[in-house]
């Protein structure tokens, strides 16, 4: 099993500045199927990024993600009040993994 | 508009047996595979299970392989997950996602249901 470490545990952060969120795999995760979701309090988790670096439908262009092999991460260029939430990333190469999580919080 | 509405989520006794339903809207539900992905409270995400858009191809993880069985009818744009010999620690929230491919292989959750609660408990 492909295991997904995501640091760091929480972020805090003040809304209008940037976050960098890691997400180390313990086996190489095949042509990048790395995911990344969002989830909000009491909500169902929403796509963000897909393929390590595809933005989903409808994410604004503030998300992005890179990497590739075992190192990946989630960047958010301006944090905006609504991208306070917990952060997840997912792989799909062998079965299918989530990370622990990152929680953003308010400063 | 896609929607996924979960239902049959309710209070077990440790050992019971449950079956959830999600009913599936706005897409060629025949097309894609659909799976089971769980939340415990206060905790992360759990993939339990996946099915191809056939029907042909399930997949569990080993936390409910040999106790779950993941099925769906393409007539009726729904998807089913029937829990066996249910456990305190299946206690989550159950959500079902839309995969972004046919083959529940190499696929990410693409659309989510809002979920349904199961508590396992005497």
């Known amino acids: 099993e492909i295991v997904l470490t995501q640091s760091p545990g929480t972020l805090s952060l003040s809304p209008g500045e940037g976050a960098t969120l890691s997400c180390r795999a313990s086996?190489?995760?095949?042509?990048?199927?790395l995911a990344w979701y969002q989830q909000n309090p009491g909500q169902a988790p929403r796509l963000l990024i897909y393929?390590?670096?595809s933005r989903a439908a409808g994410i604004p262009d503030r998300f992005s993600g890179d990497g590739s092999g075992t190192a990946f991460t989630l960047t958010i260029s301006r944090l905006e009040p609504e991208d306070f939430a917990v952060y997840y990333c997912?792989?799909?190469?062998?079965?299918?993994?989530f990370g622990q999580g990152t929680k953003v919080e308010i400063k | 508009e896609v929607q996924l509405l979960e239902s049959g989520g309710n209070l077990v006794q440790p050992g019971g047996s449950l079956r959830l339903s999600c009913a599936a809207s706005?897409?060629?539900?025949?097309?894609?595979?659909m799976s089971w992905v769980r939340q415990a409270p206060g905790k992360g995400l759990e993939w339990a299970s996946s099915?191809?858009?056939?029907?042909?191809?399930?997949y569990y993880a080993d936390s409910v392989k040999g106790r779950f069985t993941i099925s769906r009818d393409n007539s009726k744009n729904t998807l089913y997950l029937q829990m066996n010999s249910l456990r305190a620690e299946d206690t989550a929230v159950y959500y079902c996602?839309?995969?972004?491919?046919?083959?529940?292989?190499?696929?990410?959750?693409?659309?989510w249901g809002q979920g349904i609660l199961v508590t396992v408990s005497s």
């Open positions: 086996q190489n995760v095949s042509s990048r199927f």
């Open positions: 706005g897409f060629t539900f025949s097309s894609y595979a």
């Open positions: 996602a839309k995969d972004a491919g046919f083959a529940a292989l190499r696929s990410y959750f693409h659309l």
């Open positions: 393929g390590a670096s």
């Open positions: 997912q792989q799909y190469g062998r079965s299918r993994t």
């Open positions: 099915i191809s858009g056939s029907g042909s191809s399930p």
